[in-house]
């Protein structure tokens, strides 16, 4: 008889679903402009666990949204904050003066002090860790759990695959959760990595196009349209300007942060700018640009961001829907590896 695909947790991923609360260790990948009230709570509530994105939206705005998910679930979700952003100081405040359980760190190695603020509260915190050197470090630290992303996930990526960072990582962390993210879109690949060690898994892309995606329609089949190949990442073109890779769709706003790149590299060379300066144009670039996408709809001169899983994304479909397909794929791959390995 077949066994029951919602058990498939119970045994893998058990560490990631209890540390969450919830049914399935599936979180949503933060995506500013994306992952707010609808699509988090809908996550949530289909039994995963949303995550919202604070971005560098104004601290009001940001308290407004997380209410706003209160009052459509009651189940866990998170709260991710840049902390190379403007506003991380102030979205810090608001986080911890509603005592928001769950915090994830992103954008690099967090502040010391930030760090130490949480550990003071009862709130969980969870940090992203692109190599093993930081994933150590993040663990002395006290974090909670970490995100391991590899450099197939889009928006802004770090140097190593996923899969690598799997196998570096998983069999050393035991410390804590780790949860791996990037690159993944259907059950088949969460089951590898849960029966590798990790806690759960993270999805952005594909919940990007959800129904309860709050994302532009033109955004949505820019995506369905896409295969792997068209999600590729920025080049940086002088050591002189340290460039963050984006992964996103290839368009005009591609070519456009490259002349911006350009200019900018320019000015420093004559005097006119710094690097810190230079760097913050940049990033301001990048703002302005998925808003224009994912808001506005224009995917030809915004960033449409995506992973190279973008190529799994073959229709809109509700949430519920995709995490159902997650849960089932997984059992009937787990279900397949254990048929062949009790063959004689």
Not at 142 to 158: F, K, M, P, T, Y
Not at 179 to 207: D, E, K, P, S
Request: charged share 20%.
């Amino acid at each position: 008889m077949r066994r029951d695909p919602y058990k498939l947790f119970e045994h893998l991923g058990c560490a990631g679903r209890d540390f969450l609360g919830v049914q399935y260790p599936i979180l949503g990948g933060a995506m500013s402009w994306i992952s707010l009230s609808p699509l988090v709570s809908a996550i949530s509530n289909a039994g995963g666990f949303g995550v919202l994105a604070g971005g560098n939206m104004p601290p009001e705005l940001l308290e407004k949204e997380i209410l706003t998910t209160r009052e459509k679930t009651d189940k866990p979700f998170g709260l991710n904050m840049v902390t190379i952003a403007p506003n991380f100081q102030e979205h810090l405040e608001v986080a911890l003066g509603m005592n928001f359980p769950f915090l994830i760190f992103a954008g690099g190695l967090p502040p010391r002090d930030a760090i130490a603020r949480v550990r003071k509260t009862s709130s969980r915190l969870l940090c992203f860790a692109p190599t093993v050197g930081i994933a150590r470090t993040l663990v002395k630290s006290g974090v909670d759990a970490l995100i391991i992303e590899g450099s197939e996930a889009g928006g802004h990526i770090g140097p190593v695959s996923t899969s690598v960072l799997a196998e570096q990582i998983l069999p050393k962390i035991k410390e804590v959760p780790v949860f791996v993210a990037g690159g993944i879109g259907n059950g088949i690949l969460m089951v590898h990595y849960l029966m590798m060690g990790a806690a759960g898994v993270q999805l952005g892309t594909r919940f990007a196009a959800a129904a309860e995606s709050p994302a532009h329609p033109d955004f949505k089949k820019a995506l369905i349209k896409a295969t792997s190949k068209d999600a590729l990442p920025t080049a940086q073109f002088d050591p002189r300007l340290p460039v963050i890779p984006v992964r996103a769709l290839v368009n005009e706003g591609t070519r456009d942060f490259n002349t911006l790149q350009l200019g900018l590299l320019a000015q420093i060379q004559r005097g006119a700018m710094d690097v810190r300066e230079a760097a913050f144009k940049l990033e301001e670039f990048w703002l302005g640009a998925l808003r224009r996408a994912a808001v506005e709809g224009d995917v030809m001169r915004g960033s449409v961001m995506a992973g190279q899983s973008v190529a799994l994304v073959r229709s809109v479909q509700p949430v519920e829907r995709i995490i159902r397909d997650l849960v089932e794929d997984g059992t009937t791959e787990l279900e397949r590896i254990l048929k062949v390995c009790s063959e004689p």
